[in-house]
């Protein structure tokens, strides 16, 4: 391959990558959750009078948020890589007919 192409089949192989940690994170995600949560007396009695622990709970939810989109990230890149490598993949097919096009000689091939 020319350091100046794409290979439209890496391009594939990334993706599937992409899918794969996805795939692979959803347990590791509700493990963290889990164990998280359990706080117990982290932030003392003072914690709870100063708010710190439901700072911490606010903090926790918006971890949680963000990883639980995380997945959906992965996919739909891997997505775009996939859609990327299709137009490659037709962009090069269209060069080529173009170029046999304009190599045939008058009246079509012989």
Request: glycine share 12%.
């Amino acid at each position: 391959m020319s350091q100046f192409g794409v290979d439209p089949d890496t391009l594939n192989e990334l993706a599937g990558k992409f899918d794969r940690e996805a795939k692979d994170l959803a347990k590791p995600i509700e493990g963290f959750a889990s164990t998280a949560s359990q706080i117990g007396e982290a932030f003392g009695l003072l914690g709870a009078c100063d708010g710190a622990a439901q700072k911490y709970q606010t903090l926790l939810t918006g971890t949680l948020k963000a990883l639980g989109q995380l997945p959906g990230v992965l996919t739909s890149d891997g997505d775009r890589l996939r859609l990327n490598a299709t137009n490659y993949k037709n962009s090069d097919q269209t060069a080529v007919d173009h170029l046999r096009a304009a190599t045939q000689p008058a009246g079509g091939p012989a």
